[in-house]
């Protein structure tokens, strides 16, 4: 990574590993290394177009970056010895094939791996699964550079106006192939470079038997041309109509298409990175102190208490309905989702008590009763109230500043749990249950996880 952030700093960079421990482990001495390193530190700053993650394969959908880097992480015990295991982690799972199917898509400009054994040590004799398999061949590509090969299939032209397209091309002295496969794609018309037969630099496709062979417009148009320029294409598209009625116009765009493709291929490939807008050489900031997390979790936000004043010498039963309805429901707006004793103590505390006896207790629960038939996003599982927004994105709340019932387990809805279940999973995917439960107890601010805990938080797990 700093031999990146000195040479590519213009490039976003992600980091995949294969499981959860490898994760922490690569995230902790990043931590350490920045420290020392005032690029590598620059280059991690937050704040660019796109700044740098580390995840776990289980955990990148919908994650691109320029540059990725792949920690594959298992692999002989031994360092240079035999490969005994065919155990790749998620790989090895249910759907594993389909985690690397989308790890492979991630980059758009370079994908970099790190493994310490040969693709030839996987024996696919071993096991029956097909991500290894998959493995295997994205390892042995990455290690010889081969995969489909670009070579003309020594068929025919798909019609004359194809042929009348490749003499003009010939004319202009580039040599060109009719019908070159890549990928499981043909290509109408491949064209090579005059000095460099060797090397294809521009697809012409046609609207010929191949355009109108594919049975939909957004195949025909989009599809086919969006993979072949990720292998590299470059495109240049004729319509057959346009070729015949206007005839010269076309073969001019055609010639200048055929110079720009030489002109950009003796000059070589340049990608623009995401960051390209970031400076390369690092500034001048006073460093502040970086700690390294034991697991990588979010700060979540304090736990706030719904506190109102109450102008009535009333006691809080004796209050009038309406009174107690529009106070109860505003307590709920404050700390939905909300325990009703919770809410009967607060209801207590904004009439100057400290405790709420059953009497409080029952006039909350008839406060909220009506509250609920004056509006309808008023929401409740019979323990708990909440408002409909509330129930659709429930907040998590860190309760290490708190005290009391308020750090009962009881008290904690399964709405908030299992919305710090997602969180938990986001930040450490891959990871078992007992781990994902210590993470969601830190995320609502509890330093240990007694067995009251424990069993609630076991109740979010879905």
Not at 372 to 394: E, I, M, N
Request: glycine content about 8%; hydrophobic content about 40%; aromatic content about 8%.
């Amino acid at each position: 990574m700093a031999e990146h952030a000195r040479e590519n700093p213009t490039h976003s960079l992600g980091v995949v590993t294969f499981s959860f421990a490898q994760r922490n482990l690569i995230t902790e001495l990043l931590e350490l290394r920045r420290r020392q390193d005032t690029t590598l530190d620059q280059f991690l700053r937050e704040g660019q177009s796109e700044d740098l993650f580390v995840k776990n394969i289980e955990n990148v959908q919908g994650d691109e970056r320029d540059v990725i880097l792949v920690s594959v992480g298992y692999g002989p015990a031994i360092a240079g010895g035999r490969l005994n295991s065919m155990s790749f982690g998620p790989v090895n799972g249910e759907g594993g094939e389909r985690r690397l199917n989308v790890l492979f898509t991630r980059a758009r400009i370079r994908c970099e791996v790190f493994a310490s054994f040969d693709p030839g040590d996987i024996d696919l004799n071993r096991t029956s699964k097909e991500g290894p398999r998959i493995l295997k061949r994205f390892l042995d590509f990455a290690k010889n550079g081969r995969l489909d090969e670009d070579a003309p299939t020594g068929l025919d032209a798909d019609s004359p106006f194809e042929e009348d397209v490749a003499d003009v091309v010939r004319g202009y002295g580039f040599l060109a192939d009719a019908q070159v496969g890549s990928a499981g794609f043909r290509i109408d018309l491949g064209i090579r470079h005059p000095d460099k037969p060797g090397s294809y630099i521009l697809a012409v496709e046609c609207d010929g038997a191949t355009y109108h062979s594919a049975l939909w417009a957004r195949e025909r148009d989009r599809l086919r041309q969006d993979v072949l320029e990720h292998l590299g294409w470059r495109f240049h598209r004729i319509w057959s109509t346009d070729w015949f009625y206007n005839r010269h116009f076309e073969i001019e765009r055609l010639r200048k298409a055929l110079l720009d493709a030489r002109e950009s291929s003796d000059k070589g490939l340049r990608v623009e990175g995401a960051n390209q807008g970031r400076s390369a050489e690092p500034t001048e900031i006073e460093a502040a102190p970086i700690l390294v997390p034991e697991v990588v979790v979010r700060q979540m936000p304090a736990y706030q208490r719904a506190v109102f004043r109450v102008s009535t010498s009333n006691e809080p039963h004796e209050a009038p309905v309406s009174v107690l309805a529009n106070l109860a429901r505003k307590i709920v707006d404050a700390e939905g989702p909300i325990h009703v004793e919770e809410i009967a103590r607060r209801v207590a505390s904004c009439f100057g008590k400290e405790k709420a006896g059953s009497r409080i207790l029952t006039a909350t629960e008839s406060a909220l009763s009506v509250a609920r038939k004056g509006s309808a996003d008023l929401l409740t599982d019979g323990q708990f109230w909440y408002t409909r927004g509330q129930s659709d994105a429930p907040p998590v709340r860190d309760r290490s500043a708190e005290s009391g019932a308020t750090l009962k387990a009881a008290c904690i809805s399964i709405l908030e749990i299992q919305a710090a279940f997602k969180i938990a999973r986001e930040d450490n995917g891959g990871g078992e249950n007992e781990e994902l439960i210590k993470t969601v107890a830190r995320l609502l601010g509890f330093k240990r996880v007694g067995a009251d805990l424990q069993a609630r938080l076991a109740e979010g797990l879905t």
